[in-house]
């Protein structure tokens, strides 16, 4: 294991020299400034004072023991960022925000829409500080229109932005996607258009960036738009289930029981089915021709092929049938525990992940670099401990990052 700060090189990173406060609470705002830090932006991590980000209430905590330095969801958001403990509602403290705020590129926010002008931090003052401010607010609804002071959790978003609506099976009730995606992927969007204002600052104006999450799901690559428009033009709305694996076509995907865990098939045109019929066929002459080259599958014939297919696949390992899949380029893969990708040679030869220490946590392992590029991603630093970097930052607040050295 290595310390957390030993192997900074000097060499910059892509985002080096920018510097940006974040004032989020929770997942998405925390997410967005995450893809800053992690290739090089100096991210400072405004926090409650005592209290912290709401995300280091969050577990799962080591022997399930709440600790403010443990949480697994803080330790995942906030690497490479810096922490200083500030209460906004304090005079003294809101004027060093400010002063902050004069060094910087960027603040991120996701306070209810309308707090940050009642702390006296609204757009206009914040401009009057800095005119090229990128000022980046994430809310659930946006900051104006009926539905600004609506409460929403990520269930609520989920069913208002569209994906639960076309997720499940049609004669059943919605499903939500599972975890915290959808604060994942609102963050991503408010990261992407961050950066966007920071493009648009080198013109020599500022910007307040908008991101309401219950649009970004709408809007999402995942069906929400593509649906929206055929129904604007056509009258009619794509059912829930209409692309699953129950439409009954020679096409098919889902989960399979092997010997000793679950493979995910994934057959979406005729070239896969019939790859997958001399595969599974190859010992079997008459289910080989019987089901080669069939566009449909149905009724009886539907239930004999699920069948044939649920009891070869038992009869193999999920890695012996992934490899033997792939080697008939078919789309088929293994569901695959956490402790199997850690250990797997193609993620440790691509080095797809990275270990740090941790002052109270101990080491920790992270997924590490999204894409690689060079001074791209790196694991400069652990997550900050709650104001473990107050005193340093209140010294050299004034210095822009390329000036004070890497965080």
């Given at each position: 294991?290595?310390?957390?700060?030993?192997?900074?090189?000097?060499?910059?990173?892509?985002?080096?020299?920018?510097?940006?406060?974040?004032?989020?609470?929770?997942?998405?705002?925390?997410?967005?400034?995450?893809?800053?830090?992690?290739?090089?932006?100096?991210?400072?991590?405004?926090?409650?004072?005592?209290?912290?980000?709401?995300?280091?209430?969050?577990?799962?905590?080591?022997?399930?023991?709440?600790?403010?330095?443990?949480?697994?969801?803080?330790?995942?958001?906030?690497?490479?960022?810096?922490?200083?403990?500030?209460?906004?509602?304090?005079?003294?403290?809101?004027?060093?925000?400010?002063?902050?705020?004069?060094?910087?590129?960027?603040?991120?926010?996701?306070?209810?829409?309308?707090?940050?002008?009642?702390?006296?931090?609204?757009?206009?003052?914040?401009?009057?500080?800095?005119?090229?401010?990128?000022?980046?607010?994430?809310?659930?609804?946006?900051?104006?229109?009926?539905?600004?002071?609506?409460?929403?959790?990520?269930?609520?978003?989920?069913?208002?932005?569209?994906?639960?609506?076309?997720?499940?099976?049609?004669?059943?009730?919605?499903?939500?996607?599972?975890?915290?995606?959808?604060?994942?992927?609102?963050?991503?969007?408010?990261?992407?258009?961050?950066?966007?204002?920071?493009?648009?600052?080198?013109?020599?104006?500022?910007?307040?960036?908008?991101?309401?999450?219950?649009?970004?799901?709408?809007?999402?690559?995942?069906?929400?738009?593509?649906?929206?428009?055929?129904?604007?033009?056509?009258?009619?709305?794509?059912?829930?289930?209409?692309?699953?694996?129950?439409?009954?076509?020679?096409?098919?995907?889902?989960?399979?029981?092997?010997?000793?865990?679950?493979?995910?098939?994934y057959v979406t045109n005729q070239a896969f089915w019939n790859r997958l019929i001399d595969l599974a066929g190859a010992d079997d002459p008459q289910f080989h021709l019987r089901f080669y080259g069939k566009q449909t599958v149905s009724g009886r014939d539907r239930?004999?092929?699920?069948?044939?297919?649920?009891?070869?696949?038992?009869?193999?390992?999920?890695?012996?049938?992934?490899?033997?899949?792939?080697?008939?380029?078919?789309?088929?893969?293994?569901?695959?525990?956490?402790?199997?990708?850690?250990?797997?040679?193609?993620?440790?030869?691509?080095?797809?992940?990275?270990?740090?220490?941790?002052?109270?946590?101990?080491?920790?392992?992270?997924?590490?670099?999204?894409?690689?590029?060079?001074?791209?991603?790196?694991?400069?630093?652990?997550?900050?401990?709650?104001?473990?970097?107050?005193?340093?930052?209140?010294?050299?607040?004034?210095?822009?990052?390329?000036?004070?050295?890497?965080?």
């Amino acid at each position: 294991m290595r310390d957390s700060r030993s192997d900074i090189t000097s060499e910059p990173q892509a985002l080096s020299g920018l510097r940006v406060l974040d004032l989020s609470r929770w997942v998405a705002g925390e997410y967005a400034t995450k893809l800053f830090a992690d290739f090089g932006a100096d991210v400072i991590k405004v926090e409650r004072p005592a209290e912290g980000s709401l995300t280091r209430q969050w577990g799962p905590f080591p022997d399930d023991q709440p600790d403010l330095e443990t949480s697994a969801l803080f330790l995942h958001l906030n690497t490479n960022k810096r922490s200083i403990a500030l209460n906004l509602k304090d005079p003294e403290d809101r004027e060093f925000l400010l002063r902050l705020v004069e060094t910087s590129d960027a603040v991120v926010e996701s306070f209810r829409p309308g707090h940050l002008e009642a702390l006296g931090l609204g757009p206009e003052v914040l401009h009057a500080r800095n005119p090229s401010l990128v000022l980046t607010r994430i809310s659930a609804f946006g900051q104006n229109g009926p539905y600004r002071d609506r409460e929403a959790t990520g269930i609520v978003l989920q069913a208002a932005g569209g994906p639960m609506n076309a997720t499940g099976s049609a004669d059943r009730a919605p499903l939500r996607k599972p975890g915290l995606l959808e604060h994942y992927t609102i963050g991503r969007s408010a990261g992407q258009a961050t950066m966007a204002g920071v493009f648009a600052a080198r013109q020599g104006a500022g910007s307040v960036i908008d991101v309401s999450g219950q649009e970004v799901l709408l809007a999402g690559a995942d069906r929400r738009a593509s649906y929206l428009l055929s129904a604007s033009y056509s009258g009619m709305t794509a059912p829930r289930g209409v692309r699953s694996p129950h439409r009954h076509g020679a096409t098919f995907t889902g989960p399979f029981r092997t010997s000793d865990g679950f493979v995910m098939i994934y057959v979406t045109n005729q070239a896969f089915w019939n790859r997958l019929i001399d595969l599974a066929g190859a010992d079997d002459p008459q289910f080989h021709l019987r089901f080669y080259g069939k566009q449909t599958v149905s009724g009886r014939d539907r239930d004999e092929f699920m069948e044939y297919i649920s009891a070869w696949c038992l009869a193999h390992t999920k890695v012996d049938l992934m490899e033997r899949c792939e080697n008939a380029r078919i789309p088929v893969t293994a569901y695959l525990a956490v402790s199997e990708l850690l250990s797997h040679n193609h993620f440790r030869e691509r080095d797809a992940f990275a270990t740090i220490d941790h002052p109270v946590a101990g080491p920790l392992t992270y997924t590490g670099a999204p894409w690689r590029m060079r001074h791209g991603y790196q694991l400069r630093s652990a997550a900050p401990l709650l104001d473990q970097h107050g005193e340093d930052i209140r010294q050299h607040h004034a210095a822009r990052p390329q000036e004070a050295g890497k965080p």
